[in-house]
C-alpha cells in the first residue's frame, strides 16, 4: 500500500511539472504579453483586439490546464488565480478601452508573479520557467 501511494504522488508531480511546462512555454510564445511601455490609445485598435484575443486564448488554455489538477492542490488553485488575473484584465478592458495596454501589462505582472509562486510551490529552480511574451524576444536575439 505505501509503495502504491509513493507511486501515486510521484506520477502526480511528474503530471503537474508537466502541465506547468506547457503553461510556461505557451504563455512565453504570446507576443501580445511581451514587456512593453504602456500608453493610453484613443479608440479601438486592430493591436487592441489581437492582444484581447491572445489573453482570451490563454484564459482558456490555463482553463483547460487547471482542470487536469486534482482540485484539492495548491497548483489547482493557482492556475484558478492565474484565470481569474485575465478575466480581471477583460473586465477592464470593457470598463476603459484607452487603457488597454496598461490593463496588458496588469494582467502580465500577475501571470509572472503566479509563474514565480508555482516555482516555489512545486520547488523548481527560481526562474526555470519563462516569463510570459519572452520567447520570440528570445528567438530574435539569437
Known sequence: MLI?????????RRQDLQIIRILADD?????????ISPRAASG???????CFSSVHAAQQQLAALRNQVTSN????????????ATR???????????????????VRAEL???LRAIERA???????????????VVRDLM
Open 44 to 50: 479601438a485598435s486592430d493591436d487592441a483586439q489581437r
Open 4 to 12: 502504491a501511494y509513493g507511486t501515486y504522488v510521484v506520477q502526480q
Open 88 to 106: 480581471a484584465y477583460k473586465n477592464s478592458i470593457e470598463r476603459h478601452p484607452d487603457k488597454w495596454q496598461f490593463a496588458l501589462m496588469m
Open 27 to 35: 504563455l512565453a510564445t504570446r507576443r501580445a504579453l511581451q514587456l
Open 112 to 114: 509572472v508573479e503566479r
Open 122 to 136: 512545486t520547488r523548481l529552480k527560481a526562474g526555470a520557467l519563462p516569463d510570459p511574451g519572452t520567447a520570440d
Open 73 to 84: 492542490r495548491p497548483l489547482h488553485a493557482m492556475l484558478q488565480e492565474m484565470v481569474l
